[in-house]
C-alpha cells in the first residue's frame, strides 16, 4: 500500500520559516519526480515545487521562487519543501506527490498558516 505522509506544517508569523517533509512507505522515491503543491481555500490546487529523479532539476512556481527550495534524500525516502520569508497569502494546505505506472499518488496534506 502506497503512502505519502506530510509533516512539518504549523501556524508560523510572516516573514518567519517552515520546513515540509514528504515521507513515503510502499514506494521509493527515487527514480521518480516529486512535487509539492498547495490549496488555499477557494481556490484551485497550484504546483509549488517539484524535483526531477535526480534532483538535478528543480522547478518552481512563480509566486514562491527565491523563497522556497524542494530537495530530497533518497536514503531516508524522503522529500522536503524548504520555506523562507513566508508571506501570508502562502496560507494553504501542502501536498505532495508522485507517480507510480501513471498513477498519481497524493498525501493527505499539511496545513500551514502564515499571520501576518
Known amino acids: 500500500q502506497v503512502q505519502l505522509v506530510e509533516s512539518g506544517g504549523g501556524l508560523v508569523q510572516a516573514g518567519g520559516s517552515l520546513r515540509l517533509s514528504c515521507t513515503a512507505s510502499?514506494?521509493?522515491?527515487?527514480?521518480?519526480?516529486v512535487g509539492w503543491y498547495r490549496q488555499a481555500p477557494g481556490k484551485q490546487r497550484e504546483v509549488v515545487a517539484t524535483?526531477?529523479?535526480?534532483?538535478?532539476?528543480?522547478n518552481y512556481g512563480d509566486s514562491v521562487k527565491g523563497r522556497f527550495s524542494i530537495s530530497r534524500d533518497n536514503a531516508k525516502n524522503t522529500v522536503y519543501l524548504q520555506m523562507n520569508s513566508l508571506k501570508p497569502e502562502d496560507t494553504a494546505i501542502y501536498y505532495c506527490?508522485?507517480?507510480?505506472?501513471?498513477?498519481?499518488?497524493w498525501g493527505q496534506g499539511t496545513q500551514v498558516t502564515v499571520s501576518s
Open positions: 524535483i526531477s529523479a535526480s534532483s538535478s532539476i528543480t
Open positions: 510502499g514506494i521509493m522515491f527515487s527514480g521518480k519526480t
Open positions: 506527490k508522485t507517480m507510480l505506472r501513471g498513477v498519481d499518488y
